[in-house]
């Protein structure tokens, strides 16, 4: 079973920055793809990044301003996050996909989930 815990959420006015971490249970860190995706309030859950065998990928109203990356070291995921908007507000969520399978920003793509860590950006 893989476990996912998410931090580094929180509320910063427009233009700030945040970095969230998702730590990954150790034995199931790789080789597995793992991304990023948000769910705001009567919206559907989104992909916003995602790292498959070392290639990133982002959603188009991220980029520039996201970048994702991992420590393997510390099994740690990132989603550093520049030039915030009042629109990234969200619940965000790290995922990791089964073994051995791409996965991109497709949510139904990934098996694993954490519980989520709150993003609030004002205007």
């Known amino acids: 079973q893989v476990q996912l815990v998410e931090s580094g959420g929180g509320s910063v006015q427009h233009g700030g920055s945040l970095r969230l971490s998702c730590v990954v249970s150790r034995y199931t860190y790789s080789p597995y793809s793992m991304g990023w995706f948000r769910q705001a309030p009567a919206k559907g859950r989104e992909g916003v990044a995602a790292?498959?065998?070392?290639?990133?990928f982002y959603a188009d109203s991220v980029k520039g301003r996201f970048t994702i990356s991992q420590d393997n070291a510390k099994n740690t995921l990132y989603l550093q996050m520049n030039s915030l908007k009042p629109e990234d507000t969200a619940m965000y969520y790290c995922?990791?996909?089964?073994?051995?399978?791409?996965?991109?920003?497709?949510?139904?793509?990934?098996?694993?989930w954490g519980q989520g860590t709150q993003v609030t950006v004002s205007s």
């Open positions: 995922a990791a996909a089964a073994p051995y399978t791409a996965a991109h920003l497709v949510p139904h793509d990934y098996k694993y």
């Open positions: 790292i498959d065998d070392g290639s990133t």
